[in-house]
């Protein structure tokens, strides 16, 4: 049982160049999210999903993209990649009523 | 909308004392749940406790508890006996019933150093 797993670990991008972080959980739970953690900071969500076909915008959604096609994948599209992207983004999963399984972390840098 | 403040970025404790990490929340659900996370270094995010608005006792999970005061709208986490690896970053989150998404809301964390 894999949990929650995110690819890659760590990316470095030039401005302007564009990347998928992928995350895939085999848990069958049909809540995932996206937040990304600045240095020192707390978990702001960018992008989350109900369910299959079906996204909606977090707290701080500008310059990412989601798409939810099947149960176990979501992944996050970076556009055109800004210095203000440079985080750590976290994928987590729940089944609703449950805990959350959190992914270990994509460490992007943008130079 | 739903806030979580934590407003202790960082403390330290002497190793095998107990210490008090504090959150404070701010939501109009009757129903909803509380939750603390661990982060080490290393990165991940370990769950640690999880307490319920309509539950009537503290949650306990071994060296962890959960003081929770439902009129004040704190929560907060008590670690007993510290131990060098609790040295971490700890959050406090809250999950909202009228939340459709059920997702969490994250405090801006406190950094806890244990000394030796």
């Known amino acids: 049982n894999a949990g929650v797993t995110q690819t890659p670990k760590f990316r470095i991008l030039k401005i302007g160049q564009s990347m998928t972080l992928q995350c895939t959980q085999d848990?069958?739970?049909?809540?995932m999210y996206w937040y990304r953690q600045d240095p020192g900071m707390g978990l702001k969500l960018i992008y989350y999903s109900v369910g299959a076909g079906i996204t909606d915008k977090g707290e701080v959604p500008n310059g990412y993209n989601v798409s939810r096609s099947t149960t176990e994948d979501f992944p996050l599209r970076l556009e055109l990649a800004a210095p203000s992207q440079t985080s750590v983004y976290f994928c987590?999963?729940?089944?609703?009523?449950?805990?959350?399984?959190f992914g270990s972390g994509t460490r992007l840098t943008v130079v | 909308a739903q806030k979580i403040t934590q407003t202790q970025p960082g403390m330290f404790v002497q190793e095998k004392e107990a210490v008090t990490l504090d959150c404070t929340y701010d939501?109009?659900?009757?129903?909803?749940?509380l939750f603390w996370y661990k982060q080490p270094s290393s990165g991940e995010m370990i769950f640690l406790i999880y307490?319920?608005?309509?539950?009537?006792q503290n949650a306990t999970e071994g060296r962890y508890s959960l003081n929770f005061q439902k009129a004040r709208k704190s929560a907060n986490l008590v670690i007993s006996a510290s131990q060098l690896g609790d040295s971490a970053m700890y959050f406090c989150a809250m999950r909202g019933r009228g939340n459709a998404g059920n997702m969490l809301t994250f405090g801006g964390g406190t950094r806890l150093m244990v000394k030796p």
């Open positions: 987590a999963s729940t089944k609703g009523s449950s805990g959350y399984t």
């Open positions: 939501t109009s659900d009757q129903s909803y749940g």
């Open positions: 848990m069958n739970h049909n809540y």
């Open positions: 307490q319920g608005s309509y539950d009537e």
